[in-house]
């Protein structure tokens, strides 16, 4: 009997208050309460209120589950402002925090138990947005990646928002010792992630949920797609999302 334990992992640039947030904060809630993840990995929360605690309590009262936000700050005049948040309903057993040296961004690293003991890294990521940073990009992922390596065979997740499309050397620096879950569950990366209202054809896909080989991938999909009131189309931020179910590695 296969006694691994299943986790379900979802990420999301959040937008921080921008953008209607007591608009948005509902449909937030109400894609992940739908999964009531383990771990949730969030890009652009506000800082300036306590947005994931807020989305922490919330998200407890709604699924019974208790939940806990961590954040980091971004670095520079930046840090008043935005930073990486993950919240989770699993033991914390540490939290780090990498400078990226660059744009003001960083990495969040978050090591949890799951179900049964078994130990885990959550990675939290942000990169460079500029168009014409893909230099810098690279750069932040290969210093990414060597944070990931020092750890050893720990299994990893790595979620967040690239700003980097699937055939860039960034992505492509991630895929040497990292795998798509997307891709490894539907064969290609979806067809877009930003903006979430992008037309048919347009858009860019630069959201993404890596895996390392201390996990198998059951599932991987598109979240946090919308909804229709009022005869709009209403979105929970300007990203579209991902969600993950993954199991550890046999042997691990």
Not at 15 to 29: F, I, N, Q, S, T
Not at 122 to 138: C, I, K
């Amino acid at each position: 009997m296969d006694e691994r334990p299943a986790l379900t992992v979802a990420s999301l640039n959040l937008h921080g208050m921008k953008a209607g947030w007591r608009e948005r904060a509902p449909l937030v809630l109400a894609a992940l309460a739908a999964e009531a993840p383990d771990v949730v990995l969030l890009q652009e929360a506000a800082r300036w209120l306590p947005q994931p605690r807020w989305l922490a309590w919330r998200l407890t009262r709604a699924t019974g589950h208790r939940y806990r936000a961590l954040t980091v700050p971004k670095t520079g005049w930046w840090w008043f402002v935005e930073g990486l948040a993950l919240l989770t309903r699993l033991p914390v057993l540490s939290h780090a925090r990498l400078d990226l040296r660059g744009n003001e961004r960083v990495a969040q690293r978050v090591t949890l138990a799951a179900p049964g003991g078994r130990v885990f890294d959550a990675y939290n990521v942000h990169l460079a947005h500029r168009g014409d940073d893909e230099a810098l990009r690279t750069a932040q992922a290969r210093r990414l990646v060597g944070w990931i390596a020092n750890r050893g065979p720990v299994p990893a997740v790595v979620a967040g928002d690239f700003n980097a499309d699937p055939w860039s050397e960034t992505v492509g620096v991630m895929q040497e010792r990292l795998r798509s879950a997307h891709v490894a569950a539907n064969g290609g990366e979806p067809a877009f992630t930003a903006p979430s209202h992008a037309a048919p054809g347009e858009g860019r896909t630069i959201d993404y949920l890596f895996v390392n080989g201390g996990f198998a991938v059951e599932r991987c999909s598109v979240a946090f797609t919308g909804v229709e009131r009022d005869g709009r189309r209403l979105y929970p931020s300007d990203h579209l999302g991902l969600v993950a179910r993954l199991t550890f590695a046999a042997g691990e």
